[in-house]
């Protein structure tokens, strides 16, 4: 069974530019949620998608949004990127009340 | 509030020895989930064990083993006879039963660096 996929593996952007990151969960799980781990802050968490819908939010600013897609993938899209947001963004996914499971990442680096 | 606190920031050993990894929580909840993850430099997130705040169990997989205390809001990790691979960053981990605490609330992490 294939784990969660995460897209790209590596993003380099500019400040004030938008990237989107996005994320294929296990088959069958519905749930998607969204964590950021930088340098110095742990992991946060971000966002929950549960059946198309956004399910709760962490204290992050609206710049960070997200959707689910009918498939149950998800994007994640960060607008006005800030130096900032430079961290390592994972995926998990999750079927009914069983664990997370994370995905490999993506790495956003803000120039 | 939820929180949870590993505080010891990085431990090094050398291999065969036993190391036990900290964890203390805090929630108002009555019922909640407790885990450990693993991150190696990879950088992705290994689920290690999943434990339901009524279950105070210990349990034991191989050469890991972890111990809930619900007296002290302690869920330790330990361990046996480490090995290199074990090398890694362990998170322990907070959650709740649904709705808005359904999302996992991590410690700081501890990085475990076996010597050969």
């Known amino acids: 069974e294939a784990g969660v996929t995460q897209s790209p593996t590596h993003l380099i952007k500019t400040r004030g530019q938008q990237a989107t990151l996005r994320c294929s969960p296990i088959?069958?799980?519905?749930?998607v949620y969204w964590y950021q781990q930088a340098l110095g802050l742990g992991l946060q968490f971000l966002l929950w998608y549960d059946e198309g819908e956004e399910r709760n939010r962490g204290n992050f600013p609206p710049r960070f949004s997200g959707r689910q897609f009918p498939n149950y993938s998800s994007e994640l899209n960060v607008n006005a990127l800030e130096l900032e947001d430079s961290a390592l963004y994972l995926c998990?996914?999750?079927?009914?009340?069983?664990?997370?499971?994370f995905g490999p990442g993506t790495r956003l680096t803000v120039l | 509030a939820q929180k949870v606190t590993q505080a010891q920031t990085e431990i090094s050993v050398v291999e065969k020895e036993d190391v036990t990894l900290d964890c203390v929580y805090e929630t108002r909840d009555t019922t909640y989930y407790l885990f450990w993850y693993k991150q190696p430099p990879s950088g992705e997130l290994v689920f290690l064990i999943r434990?339901?705040?009524?279950?105070?169990q210990n349990e034991i997989s191989g050469r890991y083993s972890w111990n809930f205390q619900k007296s002290t809001s302690s869920f330790n990790f330990t361990i046996t006879a480490s090995q290199v691979v074990d090398s890694a960053v362990y998170f322990c981990a907070l959650g709740g039963y649904g709705g808005a605490t359904n999302k996992l609330i991590f410690g700081t992490g501890t990085l475990l660096a076996v010597q050969p």
């Open positions: 998990a996914s999750r079927k009914g009340g069983e664990e997370q499971f």
């Open positions: 434990r339901n705040s009524f279950d105070e």
């Open positions: 088959s069958g799980h519905t749930s």
